[in-house]
């Protein structure tokens, strides 16, 4: 398969990759999961992945994937920024005028409510003009619930 070609083979991950199956079958049955994958370079984190991609090939599930990177320790919630810049396709060449579009488009199709979820994100992402602070919160909510990355 060309997909292996390249790959290193699966060797000493057997049980990492039980972790993950059971893990999927788990959050199949409501049970919500995260896993987190860490390793140096060249330690089998793909082949691991590519693994467990293949071994649900045939099971109805959207990955999401974010990436850490040594640069962005600082950064809180890189992960999920990355994440949600992916689904909502951001490029390089967008401003921040076609990103809020890109976000209110895919929170349309998504059926979620806007106002509940709009500024949220828009915070998260860093996009000016979020609105979050029109939000009555306490100062007890302002700490805690604080996205600037």
Do not use: W
């Not at 972790?19 to 370079?41: C, M, N, P, V, W």
């Not at 850490?68 to 600082?74: D, M, V």
């Amino acid at each position: 398969m060309s997909a292996e070609r390249g790959l290193t083979p699966l060797v000493g991950r057997r049980r990492e990759l039980e972790l993950l199956l059971d893990g999927f079958y788990r959050a199949k049955s409501g049970h919500g999961q995260t896993f987190s994958i860490i390793a140096e370079a060249g330690l089998g984190k793909s082949r691991l992945l590519y693994e467990f991609r293949k071994a649900v090939a045939n099971e109805d599930a959207t990955f999401l994937e974010g990436k850490c990177l040594s640069y962005s320790r600082g950064a809180a919630f890189h992960p999920v920024i990355d994440v949600l810049k992916a689904n909502f396709d951001f490029r390089d060449e967008d401003n921040d005028p076609e990103k809020r579009d890109k976000v209110r488009t895919l929170l349309q199709q998504l059926e979620l409510d806007e106002a509940d979820t709009l500024p949220y994100l828009l915070e998260l992402l860093s996009l000016p003009d979020s609105g979050i602070d029109k939000i009555p919160m306490s100062r007890r909510q302002e700490k805690i619930g604080s996205f600037r990355p």
